[in-house]
Every structure is written in C-alpha cells, then in structure tokens.
C-alpha cells in the first residue's frame, strides 16, 4: 500500500483520489493547500480525515510514501523539491516544469536521494494511446513518414491559463499533451524544432510546431486556448494511418491501411488517472526511480521545447 498525500486541493486533485479509490494498491492519506478552509472542504468532499494549511506539516508525516502535486504550473518546481527535500517520492501533473535547467536539477536531485519522480502525463498511460503504439511497433504503419496534432479550447477571461504569473498559455497547458503524445508514439530522434506563436497579454494564445525527426520524418502541432478545437492525433506510414480522435484521453483508436483494411481498438474511460497511478505505485515498489513509459528524459525533452518555443532557445 502506497500512501499519498496531495500538495493542492483544486479539481485535478478530485479526481485523482477518485482514481485512487478505484486501486487497493494505493491510498490518499491527506490533503494540503494554503489555504486551510479549502483543504478542509476537499477533505469532507474526498473522505478524508487529515487536511492541512501548510505543506511541511503533512510532509513531516512518516506514514506518507509519496506526494500527488496539484497546483498551478509556476509552483511545481518548488513544490517538487520541497517533497523531495522531506523524502517523498512524487507524481507532479504537467507540465511538471517550466524549463529543461528546472527539469534537470529535479531528477538530479531525486537520483541522489534515491527518490521516484514522474510528470503525471497520463495521456501515455490510457489503453488506446497502448495499443495505438503496438501497432506502429508490430509495423503496422511501416515506414512513419507524417503525423499531425490538434487541441484547443476557449479560455474564459477568469481562466488560469490567461494569467502570465501562474503560468498560464497554451503551450504549457496544451503543447504538453501535443509533444509527448506525437514523441511517444514516434520513437525517433529529434533533428529540429521550427515553431510560430501569437501572444497576447503575456501568454501564447496559440503556438504552431513543426517537429523533424530522424529519416526525413515530419509531425505538427498546434495547440490554442483561444478557440475550441476538435481534437485529433493521426499518425502517417507507408502502410496506412492511425486516428485517435481526443488523445488527451483517447476511447479509441482506429487503422485504415492501404490495402483496404480496417479496424479498430475500443477502451471506453472514466476516468483515466488509475493507469498512470498504477504504474507510479509499482515503480515504487520496485525501488525504480523512474518509469520507462514517461522516463526522465522524456520530461526533460519536452521542457527543451518549451525552452524553444517560448524563449527562442537553441536547444538541438
């Protein structure tokens, strides 16, 4: 049994113990939150008995195995350390950093205390995004030639992302689930990163990024906060095409090949967290300090990119 306590009390959070109510591998054991009247209603919402105004206070806990961070972006790097600081391992919710320098000094410093630390892309983890990798490995596709990505949504004007302090944009709210969607099911090396954003009262409304990858191999995507978008992932072979329609959390994902065949693979979701829970859980089981569906490395690419796209940083 691996005990949780979550740093954050917001919606994500809801639905994260609701997730863990689902697993008996796993249990939430206090929630924390600066503010001591919203810790106190999670827990009477959640079921549970511990809540606290301070973070230090329930990290001090022995019987605590690991930490759920749920707070807005532009905490997660000091939350994270902060866990770390009091021996817990941790499952942050993307985008876990801001940068590849932050991304770095924290796996630095949980390989050195020996700690398990993964970005919370649960994305990765649902049945359909499985599957719809098998069968690119199996070479159903044969040779990856293009793939493309698109999500959006309207951002109402009391919205985080709209608000440059706590992170906001749609790249770090979006483009996350775009780059580690397309470079998990593309396992190639990337050559090149070319992207054009629109800003507006400090954020990026919308970003356009065009990936290369090894054996002339392109992918886009493009991600808003200023429109609702229909969302779709479809990857391109010599083969024939794979389709998921929502990819943040796909139900299901579809072939068509060239020779005329079709099928596809249903897993319908409710939630969606306990697959990447699970894997947390068991890796710390293991004595792993981190996961090889959402490894370090990964993270710290996709900060590169951010590094990249919002900064203008050479970083390839």
């Given at each position: 049994m691996?005990?949780?306590?979550?740093?954050?009390?917001?919606?994500?959070?809801?639905?994260?113990?609701?997730?863990?109510k689902k697993l008996p591998q796993a249990e939430v054991a206090a929630v924390s939150s600066k503010d001591l009247v919203r810790a106190m209603a999670f827990a009477e919402e959640n079921g549970l008995t511990s809540y606290y105004d301070q973070y230090e206070l329930m990290l001090q806990r022995e019987d605590i195995d690991a930490v759920y961070?749920?707070?807005?972006?532009?905490?997660?790097y000091e939350n994270i350390l902060l866990a770390l600081s009091y021996g817990k391992h941790v499952l942050c919710e993307k985008c876990m950093v801001l940068t590849a320098e932050e991304a770095r000094t924290v796996f630095k410093t949980?390989?050195?205390?020996?700690?398990?630390?993964m970005e919370a892309m649960w994305s990765r983890f649902i049945p359909a995004m499985q599957k719809a990798k098998k069968w690119i490995e199996e070479g159903l596709l044969g040779?990856?030639?293009?793939?493309?990505?698109?999500l959006g949504f309207f951002a109402q004007?009391?919205?985080?992302?709209?608000?440059?302090?706590l992170a906001g944009g749609a790249m770090y709210d979006l483009g996350v689930y775009a780059f580690e969607g397309l470079t998990y099911l593309i396992d190639k090396p990337l050559l090149d990163i070319k992207s054009n954003v629109c800003w507006a009262n400090g954020v990026d409304m919308t970003d356009s990024v065009l990936l290369e990858f090894e054996n002339h191999l392109l992918a886009s995507f493009r991600c808003t906060i200023a429109a609702p978008v229909e969302s779709c992932m479809t990857i391109y072979g010599t083969k024939g095409r794979i389709v998921l329609n929502n990819p943040?959390?796909?139900?299901?994902?579809?072939?068509?090949?060239?020779?005329?065949?079709?099928?596809?693979?249903?897993?319908p979701v409710e939630n969606g967290f306990e697959f990447e829970i699970t894997e947390a859980v068991s890796c710390i089981e293991q004595g792993l300090l981190e996961s090889s569906v959402i490894p370090h490395s990964d993270t710290i690419r996709c900060a590169e990119l951010f590094d990249c796209?919002?900064?203008?940083?050479?970083?390839?």
């Open positions: 691996i005990r949780f306590g979550i740093m954050g009390a917001g919606d994500i959070a809801k639905k994260f113990c609701a997730a863990v961070i749920a707070t807005t972006h532009n905490f997660h949980a390989k050195e205390k020996g700690l398990f630390v040779e990856l030639v293009m793939a493309d990505y698109a004007p009391d919205h985080r992302a709209l608000v440059p302090h943040v959390c796909p139900q299901e994902c579809r072939y068509y090949g060239l020779d005329g065949s079709r099928f596809s693979y249903q897993y796209v919002l900064r203008g940083k050479k970083v390839l």
